[in-house]
């Protein structure tokens, strides 16, 4: 089974701090996905990412940055979190048949 | 740019009525097309897709969609829903070509379905 782990599954900032998402995945998926979702949003894309080194523009980048060092690993950086910023984050690879991870409730105060 | 949009935002249903979700999409070129369910507490997991041939595609727990290209449309389809289906759908796009695929999700319809 592919596994997209995200390090934390709760986290609680305070506004301005720099804040680090990571996601690691166990298979060799060239693309990944960093989402927000929000009720009655759904999911917006990010940033996504198609090899290393490699990044993309979502619909909703303002905000955020994202580094991929590794191929299995993508990670989704708040520069100066702000309290808009509070949502769950979703990592996913591959855009055919995507698999997530379990998500990060992230708020911040 | 792609765009996914889902007409429901709440569907709420009794055991053993039909369901039918909508979604349109925007993209001028080759799509693949997906459903994704999301049931409380759980990961989002494929419940269909469809990459090309029969626009009839059937998918786990007894759900389908039919593509329609004419009209830029993926409706989701279950003839008889039941409990357990209760859930947060989604509809997502992709291009079917090229490394930099955009996978593009839909605002999502809470389905309630009760017993």
């Known amino acids: 089974d592919v596994k997209v782990t995200q390090s934390s599954r709760y986290l609680v900032k305070r506004t301005g701090e720099k804040v680090f998402l990571e996601c690691v995945q166990d298979?060799?998926?060239?693309?990944m996905f960093w989402y927000r979702q929000d009720p009655g949003l759904g999911l917006r894309l990010i940033y996504f990412?198609?090899?290393?080194?490699?990044?993309e523009k979502g619909d909703i980048p303002e905000g955020y940055s994202v580094s991929r060092e590794k191929k299995e690993r993508f990670s989704l950086i708040l520069e100066s979190a702000s309290t808009n910023q509070t949502s769950m984050y979703l990592c996913?690879?591959?855009?055919?048949?995507?698999?997530f991870g379990q998500g990060t409730r992230l708020t911040v105060v | 740019a792609q765009s996914v949009s889902q007409h429901n935002h709440h569907v709420i249903l009794s055991e053993a009525a039909s369901l039918e979700l909508g979604c349109n999409y925007s993209?001028?070129?080759?799509?693949?097309l997906f459903w994704y369910v999301q049931y409380p507490g759980q990961h989002l997991q494929l419940l269909l897709k469809y990459f090309s041939g029969d626009p009839l595609v059937k998918g786990i727990k007894g759900f389908e969609a039919e593509f329609i290209k004419s009209k830029f449309s993926f409706n989701l389809r279950k003839p008889s829903v039941q409990w357990s289906d209760t859930a947060e759908y989604f509809c997502a796009v992709t291009s079917s070509s090229g490394s930099a695929r955009q996978l593009t999700f839909g605002s999502g319809t809470q389905l309630t379905v009760l017993p």
């Open positions: 996913a690879t591959r855009a055919t048949e995507a698999f």
């Open positions: 990412s198609y090899d290393v080194k490699m990044k």
């Open positions: 993209y001028g070129g080759t799509v693949n």
């Open positions: 298979m060799d998926h060239e693309n």
